[in-house]
């Protein structure tokens, strides 16, 4: 049977129409390609596992590390689930949010969860043939991976503390790391949170629909079995979008339906012609714990930490069910809040029961909502620039000056 997909491929190679360049590229080679000074960074986290960075210094048109003797202010942006650094970078420079902050004067860090395609490694278990290196859900990169990554991006900028982008899950994670330790606040300046996740009760789609169908047999898959890698990075997977998605227009623009049925149906703003980009580099891979975290998330409500079961829960929580992340004690931080109504994966309601009624009115700074913006928009929407990355630029210069 793969023999014959393969031969299939390779018929359809001669007729496929070309892609862009940055479908081959890794996002080191894609921030390089623009013209951009890259860095590569690695960092071991506390329970071994070892992340991978990704930093733009400065601006193209910058060739100094410093801004009128002054060091740049330090940006860190963090990517959602099943995503990596290169969502940052995915559009072209005047429409990336990692392109823009640079050119408007920033050091740009941009982070990578464990077990996505820059962070496959650990000092002792190996990815591929260690299933206890995927033992793990988003409560561990909230606890290991944030602390970790913010920590490096301090330390070689020199800075003492920096502005927090996350996006999706990498919203939640700061959000769980902030009420448990609310003394992280320490090294964020101000916390931008597009497309934020409290929790997932009401999403809709196609996650709401594998949810209340599959959800339960997942779970219990996951936990008979153990956690997997989960979608990682496949040369595979990348042939056969080529092939399809960049095979014609119009397998291009069922490509990009297709990915509308998981995120919301809003389409406006959205460059067709970068779908199979988009899906070279995602999905990035993450781990079936997170999945099975999320689907919790979405079957109970709330803010759970993992539920592994009553007899595990005793022994790691002291309690048969898992505790409920609490956000009403994040305090001494200023936060932003970018959404949508048309955003599937994080819905108003959800927004409602858990980010608004939880924060503290006094450290919302801001909350703007978007209209006709779907989950994907807020990292590869073509006018994100003006909805929300000059508006993030605007606010932090104020602080600034």
């Keep these: 049977m793969l023999s014959l997909l393969l031969l299939l491929l390779l018929l359809l190679s001669s007729y496929t ?6 479908f081959y590229l890794d996002t080191p080679e894609v921030i390089k390609s623009w013209g951009y000074p890259v860095e590569v960074h690695n960092v071991t986290t506390k329970d071994g596992f070892i992340l991978q960075l990704h930093r733009i210094p400065y601006g193209r048109d910058s060739p100094i590390s410093s801004l009128d003797d002054r060091p740049r ?3 860190f942006l963090q990517h959602g689930f099943l995503c990596s650094s290169f969502d940052w970078v995915a559009n072209l420079p005047h429409q990336s949010a990692g392109f823009v902050f640079a050119d408007a004067g920033f050091d740009v860090w941009l982070g990578n969860f464990r077990g996505n395609t820059y962070s496959r490694k650990h000092v002792t278990l190996n990815p591929d043939k260690d299933r206890e290196f995927w033992n793990w859900s988003w409560d561990q990169i909230s606890k ?3 602390p970790a990554m913010i920590g490096k991006a301090l330390e070689v900028s020199g800075a003492e503390s920096l502005y927090y982008t996350g996006f999706s899950m990498g919203t939640l994670t700061m959000f769980a790391k902030l009420s448990v330790d609310p003394s992280f606040s320490r090294y964020i ?3 931008f949170a597009l497309a934020p996740v409290g929790t997932i009760k009401y999403a809709r789609g196609v996650f709401s629909f594998l949810g209340r169908h599959f959800g339960a047999n997942y779970q219990e898959y996951v936990t008979k079995y153990g956690s997997d890698e989960l979608f990682g990075s496949s040369w595979l997977f990348k042939k056969i979008v080529k092939y399809t998605c960049g095979l014609f227009d119009t397998l291009e623009e069922l490509c990009s339906d297709i990915t509308m049925l998981f995120v919301g149906t809003s389409s406006e703003n959205w460059n067709q012609t970068r779908v199979p980009v988009y899906l070279a580099h995602t999905p990035a891979g993450s781990s079936s714990n997170v999945m099975a975290h999320l689907d919790q998330m979405f079957s109970y409500g709330g803010i759970p930490a993992y539920d592994m079961g009553e007899e595990k829960n005793v022994q790691k929580y002291g309690q048969k069910l898992p505790p409920q992340y609490n956000f009403t004690s994040i305090s001494d931080i200023p936060i932003h809040l970018f959404w949508s109504e048309d ?5 108003k309601q959800d ?7 939880q924060l503290n009115p006094q450290v919302v700074q801001g909350s703007y909502q978007i209209s006709n913006y779907n989950h994907l928009h807020f990292i590869w929407g073509t006018d994100a620039v ?5 508006r993030i630029i605007d606010i932090v210069s104020v602080g600034l000056t």
């Design 73 to 75: 202010p330090v940006i």
């Design 343 to 347: 955003d599937w994966l994080s819905t």
């Design 189 to 191: 300046k101000k916390y």
């Design 17 to 22: 129409k070309s892609v862009d360049l940055e």
């Design 144 to 146: 290991y991976d944030l």
């Design 386 to 390: 003006d909805k929300i990355y000059k």
């Design 351 to 357: 927004l409602q029961e858990t980010l608004f009624t």
